[in-house]
């Protein structure tokens, strides 16, 4: 009985053995059936694509077209109005020139601006200095300059004969000291006259904005604005910091600083220490003072470095300009 026992004992196990590999050669071929490698598919390349740099874009030019920013340098005789063209859209009008000799017959100039022409220009240029961060103060000079020098005409070429002597003056001192040694526009000195808004001597304020620009760009109310205010504000720092004169350092009328009444002194006359001439200076004084109260501006307050506005490099002021609204000349 043990013998069978035992016997039965060995045959399942065997069985169970056989059984087991069986199973596992089943299972081992199902999942190579199941794992199948699919053919590598053929993908065609991408076609190379020739990407051609674009030429370089030259930035737009601040100044084309300054021919037409001022009003004529040589004046077209005539005999009535009709004998007057527009010059680059602005109207002319055949008149008797306040510059010339009584016999020197009429001459095509631009038409005089009405009070609305005006009003609209004084208030473009309060826009722009606005936009230069001048405060109240600084605008209020700004007006009383701009209706005094050219009763806010920009296009104006100033014409007086000790303007022009003192202009062509100025262009041979400026260009023997070598101010404009890149200028393309420096050789013809009849350009370089009093221009703009404040009558600003080219050869003197040109450097103010850029040293290689022609001169009419003083017939742009933004370049006017800016150099006329940039000037002010170097005045004012001068006076400031203390100049020397022949009755020792000067810092203006008011010994606490300068006033508004030295900055536009030495902004459009030029002179930061004390005249010699106490008649004149005085005369000067009273004329300034009048004109600045008449606008609302203390002429004896000192001038605060905020009240002139933000300075702008050389490439900011290309930028800017080219933002500005300018006279569109038409043929």
Request: hydrophobic share 35%.
């Amino acid at each position: 009985m043990k013998d069978k026992a035992m016997l039965k004992i060995v045959l399942g196990l065997v069985v169970a053995v056989l059984l087991a590999q069986l199973l596992a050669r089943v299972l081992a071929g199902s999942d190579a059936a199941a794992v199948q490698v699919e053919p590598a598919v053929q993908v065609e390349p991408a076609p190379t694509v020739l990407i051609t740099p674009a030429a370089p874009v030259a930035p737009p030019d601040p100044y084309q077209g300054w021919e037409g920013w001022c009003e004529p340098k040589d004046a077209k005789k005539c005999q009535r109005h009709a004998d007057c063209r527009p010059d680059h859209g602005r109207p002319m009008r055949c008149v008797k020139p306040y510059y010339a000799p009584d016999d020197s017959g009429r001459v095509c100039v631009p038409k005089y601006p009405t009070r609305d022409e005006q009003n609209a220009v004084r208030d473009r240029v309060l826009e722009i200095a606005r936009s230069l961060k001048v405060l109240l103060n600084g605008r209020k000079l700004l007006r009383i300059v701009g209706y005094r020098e050219s009763t806010w005409r920009p296009f104006k070429r100033h014409k007086l004969n000790p303007d022009v002597e003192g202009a062509h003056k100025a262009w041979r001192r400026m260009g023997a000291k070598g101010y404009y040694p890149h200028n393309d526009h420096y050789g013809d000195p009849t350009r370089w006259s009093g221009l703009g808004l404040y009558g600003q001597m080219a050869p003197l304020w040109v450097m103010e904005w850029d040293p290689k620009a022609p001169p009419e760009v003083l017939c742009l109310a933004p370049v006017a604005t800016y150099t006329y205010i940039e000037r002010a504000r170097r005045v004012r720092d001068k006076l400031a910091a203390g100049i020397p004169c022949s009755t020792g350092t000067y810092h203006g009328s008011d010994p606490r600083g300068p006033t508004w009444h030295d900055v536009h002194r030495g902004t459009s006359g030029g002179k930061m220490c004390p005249s010699q001439r106490s008649d004149g200076a005085a005369a000067m004084r009273k004329y300034f003072a009048r004109r600045a109260r008449n606008n609302g501006l203390n002429p004896n307050a000192l001038v605060r470095p905020r009240e002139l506005g933000r300075r702008l490099t050389l490439e900011e002021r290309a930028a800017w300009l080219i933002t500005q609204p300018r006279p569109t000349p038409t043929p």
